[in-house]
Structures are given as C-alpha cells and as structure tokens.
T-cell receptor
Framework: DTEVTQTPKHLVMGMTNKKSLKCEQH?????MYWYKQKAKKPPELMFV???????INESVPSRFSPECPNSSLLNLHLHALQPEDSALYLC????????????FGQGTRLTVV | GQQVMQIPQYQHVQEGEDFTTYCNSS?????IQWYKQRPGGHPVFLIQ?????EVKKQKRLTFQFGEAKKNSSLHITATQTTDVGTYFC????????????FGAGTQVVVTP
C-alpha cells in the first residue's frame, strides 16, 4: 500500500468554524508533512513530524494546529480561519532520513467563507 | 536555505514537439527530485538525482544533474497530451533536515 489518504477531499467552512483535516498512511513512514498550495504556486511546507514529534513549524499561524496521534495518522485542526487560508492542503509522508521519495495525498481543497 | 529557481514557468507545446524545463541553484545541491502534478491532482514523484553529471531516463523523459550539482533539467521528447501538468523540481535542504522545498514549477500545456 503506497497511498496517503486524506479526508475530506473538499471542505467549506465559515470563519468561526472549527474543523479538522485527516491524513493516514500505512507505509511505515515516520516522517509526515503538511503543505499548503495556492493556485498556480508550488506546495509550501507548513509542518514536519518526525517519529510523531513536531520537528518543524514554518512560522504557521496558531489558527492551524497539527497533531500526530500515532505513526500512521496526521491531523490538522483549523480554527478561526481567514478567506486567504483557502487553498489545497496536502499531506505527505516519507522515510525519516530525508533525501527520499515523498508520497503525497490527494489533498483537501479548503474554502473559507 | 537552499532555493531553486525553475524556468520557464509556463510552456505551451505542440503535440510531438520536445521541451525542456530547468532548475538552477546558487549553491551546491546534495540531491534534486522531480515531481509531476496533473491538473486537479497532487504531486507525484518522478525521480531523484544524487550524483554529479547523473543522467536518468524514463521512456520519453530524460533527467540530468549538472556536473557542479547546481542545476538540473527535465527534457521530454515527442510530447503527448498525457504530459500535461506542472513539473516541479524539489530539494531536501541540508540546513534543516526534513524540509522538501519546491521550485516554482513549469506548467505544461499540450495542444493536439
């Protein structure tokens, strides 16, 4: 199984809502990532988890809160988002060594209204 | 941190033609990867280059890593409509392990 599964595929939320994005992989990868991608732009790294611990936070606003409950799951909790946060949110995983293939999920297309 | 500049950002190709996209860095890279993202899709890994002067082929795709490990190219021959998408180069930065950083991407449009 070389898949990274993200749910939901689409999400529309109001600025006062709380929602969560979910990501799951069963490849035994101990590094997991959240990326944000705006239209016609490259993916931008948000967070890196290594062995279930947060290792990199790219100065992401606190309205985005990541969580890694176990080695297969990665969540991104959303609260009080702004319309400019509308984007494709991609989860990825890889071996924890770096310099290796990253596997991306299909993404959650988020619209904040 | 390591940054890669990718050109062109947009490429309009007639079916059957060849094209090349380039990635350049001001610093020596330890590795470079290439990903393809189809319209509405997600990035999919194509290849990783590690050695100076390395050349790898995948059917009609040829990937090169420069001798100085500061540039890379992706050349596609006899473009097909299935080649439509955005091609990104990406590097794992050495200043902060765990960061896979992407170039701006080359969006490829193929006309029959």
């Amino acid at each position: 199984d070389t898949e990274v599964t993200q749910t939901p595929k689409h999400l529309v939320m109001g600025m006062t809502n709380k929602k969560s994005l979910k990501c799951e992989q069963h490849m035994g990868h101990r590094a997991m990532y959240w990326y944000k991608q705006k239209a016609k732009k490259p993916p931008e790294l948000m967070f890196v988890y290594s062995y279930e611990k947060l290792s990199i936070n790219e100065s992401v606003p606190s309205r985005f809160s990541p969580e890694c409950p176990n080695s297969s799951l990665l969540n991104l909790h959303l609260h009080a988002l702004q319309p400019e946060d509308s984007a494709l949110y991609l989860c990825a995983s890889s071996l924890p060594t770096g310099n290796t293939e990253a596997f991306f999920g299909q993404g959650t297309r988020l619209t904040v209204v | 941190g390591q940054q890669v500049m990718q050109i062109p950002q947009y490429q309009h190709v007639q079916e059957g033609e060849d094209f090349t996209t380039y990635c350049n860095s001001s610093t020596t890279l330890s590795n470079i990867q290439w990903y393809k993202q189809r319209p509405g899709g997600h990035p999919v890994f194509l290849i990783q280059l590690v050695k100076s002067g390395e050349v790898k082929k995948q059917k009609r795709l040829t990937f090169q890593f420069g001798e100085a490990k500061k540039n890379s190219s992706l050349h596609i021959t006899a473009t097909q409509t299935t080649d439509v998408g955005t091609y990104f180069c990406a590097v794992w930065t050495t200043d902060s392990w765990g960061k896979l950083q992407f170039g701006a991407g080359t969006q490829v449009v193929v006309t029959p």
